[in-house]
């Protein structure tokens, strides 16, 4: 037999994948995405992944062995394996950090993954089917009155199970038959036990209906969306306004696709967007639906994965941007809804892709189409569409004529000058408040900063605690009376005496969430209210029953950050404040306009709906700023051409690429001294392309000191060159011993 060799992917940072001999016990059975066992210096062993197969013997003839091949069968496909060649080639990383990101916990181990199973109770053999036999073993159990009953227990809920003659172990435990006497049973070889193989089918099977009917300009938009497709656009974005009907255009859709044979991938921005829209594609698809993140647990998304390579898959995939990582046999269409979210940006650890781009190529190596859709397009994706990449389709009114929120702006610096502003809240918005209240509807309050203060600040020197491992002053937060670091999560005494002056006298600088409540109850004390921001909306849990509670009206005014703007429905909310809105449009990022606005209209989009006509109220001391006009008059194609016209003088992305090169170290001189160097070797002819270095945002974070350098990557140097150069320069900088330590890694396309 010719000699077979193997490249292996570890789960380490190797620049590339290794390569191993393979014996010849395993050659018949080893595939590309196969998991082998493979040494790896003198004692580890790793499980590893195989990326291909070859009978060229490499340059290197002491190639070690592989030691052991642990599945039967590929667990990563032949398409996953060209996507994640994309991915780590595109976002600058090492295979074994896509190899990380991609699998779930249950697969990056030795063992093989054993299907998730629950204990099965049936009659052992001589019991079935004999009545006679059953009577004389309960005759037998006279003495053992609780064995007696549970058996009884047993054989009355097995007539009517519809798992067959028998009874999971649980539902007999739920039936007040303790596990003691179940197992006292099993002992006695009246019962048996047997482990059925139970898929993470979580989605009840319940009554289905039928897709609702689309209006005209629903229908219009999905022909459109089809002729695009069909043209040969393979990306369609959809850009209807708040509550137009976009997810009805995407059910039909799916139902197409379906009908075809196809699988579906739809994904979500955040996991808390799935607690509404999981319950809206059930009623539809049912047990069709299979839902991945990570709020589940280690062996769902195992046993799901395992599903997904199995004959019977899910045909719909609900998820977040690691949905992208699934086995798909037959994907026909990639829905990726509200586009424009920063979320679908992967940020620590590596690789830092962004899942609507690469959900994109994903569908094109499986000839499958896409469609975006959101309210608030991101700058690129309209772009795109102007210049024919992608197919542009639009709605321009909300479904069944719901007619849009009335926006207005009201001026805080000048209620201030005329000393009318004495709360957080400005007396407009407290009347509107009132009035709502009393006509028995729902009140959002949108502030994007959680805490009580945003910082202490003594009174007489203006001192203010900072962060002791990060460049940041310290939020103060209400419960417990402690300062804390929103980086790193490090909490801190309230200080009784300023360290610069002596003084004892403090101020609160700022307000965040807790504050808008405190006053909230203040001025509202008989009213209900929940917060939802990052301190209370802890795990999923939290979340769940906070949306519950809203859509039954146990809620009568939602506080929150930018966690209420996505994509939630609610039928009784009439009025949305956003309190502040200059914070966000003052921020030194050149996407900080983009942002503003697409809060701003993401969270007045909630208002309204089928309780009428909803108001929002817009907090802010400059009402004539171009974004708050954009906003009040819901122009995104105003406010879409202003921000072009200002990119393209500044040649920003659309018009550029950018490329950030981020070091690491907690020495800040040694640091600036490596930024230096590596700088120095890029290339001359790219000198003009290069910003930096510079201190990041935040300088210090974790005790870590971060400095970067920015490539702005126009049309006269190519992205690919441009790549090339950088991993060049990584390589040379690495290998200097001065800089070995320094932490540097690559964020292409940042947001």
Same mark, same amino acid.
């Given at each position: ?23 010849? @016990? ?107 036999? !059953? ?45 003691? !006497? !179940? ?47 069909? @043209? ?18 995407? !059910? ?500």
């Amino acid at each position: 037999m010719k000699a077979l060799y193997a490249d292996v992917i570890l789960p380490l940072a190797f620049g590339s994948g290794l390569s191993y001999s393979v014996p010849e @016990s395993l050659a018949e059975n080893i595939r590309p995405g196969c998991r082998v066992r493979v040494p790896l210096g003198k004692q580890k062993m790793y499980t590893g992944i195989v990326a291909r197969l070859f009978d060229v013997p490499p340059t290197d003839i002491n190639l070690k062995e592989i030691a052991g091949l642990i599945d039967d069968a590929p667990v990563v496909n032949a398409v996953q394996l060209e996507f994640w060649q994309w991915l780590f080639s595109y976002y600058l990383c090492t295979p074994g950090e896509v190899m990380k990101a991609a699998l779930p916990a249950g697969l990056k181990g030795p063992r093989v993954a054993k299907a998730k199973t629950k204990s099965f109770l049936c009659l052992q053999p001589s019991l079935r089917d004999n009545p006679p036999a !059953i009577e004389q073993t309960l005759t037998a159990l006279a003495r053992a009155k609780k064995q007696q009953e549970a058996l009884r227990v047993f054989l009355r809920l097995a007539q009517t199970s519809e798992h067959g003659p028998g009874l999971f172990r649980e539902q007999l435990i739920e039936a007040g038959q303790q596990a003691a !006497i !179940i197992k006292a049973l099993i002992q006695k070889n009246i019962l048996e036990v047997h482990e059925i193989e139970v898929l993470p089918d979580r989605v009840p099977a319940e009554a289905l209906r039928a897709a609702k009917q689309l209006s005209r300009e629903q229908q219009k938009a999905m022909e459109t969306i089809r002729q695009g497709w069909e @043209s040969g656009t393979n990306v369609c974005l959809l850009h209807g306004v708040t509550s137009s009907g976009k997810t009805e255009i995407y !059910i039909h859709l799916i139902l197409d696709y379906l009908a075809q044979g196809k699988q579906v991938l739809y994904l979500l921005p955040e996991i808390a967007l799935t607690t509404q829209l999981t319950a809206r594609l059930t009623e539809v698809f049912g047990n069709r639906l299979g839902i991945y993140h990570s709020a589940c647990s280690d062996s769902e998304r195992t046993h799901l994965w395992n599903k997904q390579l199995g004959d019977d898959p899910f045909d719909i995939i609900l998820g977040v941007r690691s949905s992208v990582f699934l086995p798909f046999k037959n994907l026909g269409l990639v829905v990726v809804d509200e586009e424009h979210e920063n979320s679908y940006k992967q940020q620590d650890p590596a690789p830092r892709y962004h899942a609507r781009n690469a959900a994109i190529v994903l569908a094109s190596l499986h000839g499958a189409k896409t469609v975006l859709g959101t309210a608030t397009p991101s700058i690129e994706s309209y772009y795109n569409c102007r210049t024919g990449k992608y197919k542009l389709v639009e709605l321009s009114s909300r479904y069944l004529d719901w007619q849009l929120p009335e926006v207005m702006a009201v001026n805080t610096a000048e209620l201030k000058r005329k000393k009318r502003m004495k709360s957080l809240l400005s007396p407009p918005l407290i009347a509107k408040m009132q009035e709502t209240l009393e006509a028995g509807q729902q009140i959002m309050l949108f502030r994007n900063r959680r805490a009580y203060a945003l910082m202490l600040e003594c009174a007489a020197c203006g001192w203010v605690p900072r962060c002791k491992r990060c460049d940041v002053s310290l939020a103060i937060h209400k419960q417990g009376s402690v300062l804390r670091c929103h980086y790193c999560g490090k909490k801190y005494n309230r200080p009784q005496i300023c360290p610069s002056c002596g003084g004892s006298d403090f101020e609160l600088r700022g307000y965040g969430t807790e504050k808008v409540e405190e006053e909230v109850r203040r001025l509202f004390p008989a009213i209900r209210i929940a917060r939802m921001d990052s301190d209370t909306m802890r795990n999923r849990a939290a979340y769940e029953k906070t949306i519950a509670d809203f859509e039954q009206h146990k809620i009568d005014v939602l506080i929150g950050t930018q966690m209420l703007t996505k994509g939630l429905d609610f039928d009784r909310l009439q009025l949305v404040g956003i309190l502040n809105a200059d914070s966000m449009l003052n921020y030194p990022d050149f996407r900080a306009h983009e942002h503003a606005f697409q809060l701003m209209t993401q969270v007045s989009g909630r208002a309204g709906r089928k309780s009428g006509r909803g108001s929002v109220i817009v907090q802010t001391s400059d009402p004539q700023h171009p974004v708050i006009q954009y906003v009040l008059n819901n122009d995104y194609r105003a406010f879409f051409q202003k921000e072009c016209e200002e990119r393209s003088k500044y040649a920003y992305p659309p018009f550029s690429r950018l490329i950030e090169v981020i070091f690491r170290h907690k020495d800040e001189s040694l640091l600036e001294q490596a930024s230096v160097f590596f700088a120095s070797l890029l290339p001359r002819d790219m000198e003009s392309s290069v910003f930096g270095p510079m201190p990041a945002l935040v300088a210090r974070v974790k005790g870590l000191y971060l400095q970067k350098i920015i490539l702005k990557i126009g049309p006269d140097i190519s992205l690919k060159a441009a790549k090339d150069y950088l991993c060049r320069a990584r390589d040379r900088f690495i290998k200097d011993k001065v800089y070995r330590q320094v932490q540097i890694y690559f964020d292409v396309d940042p947001v």
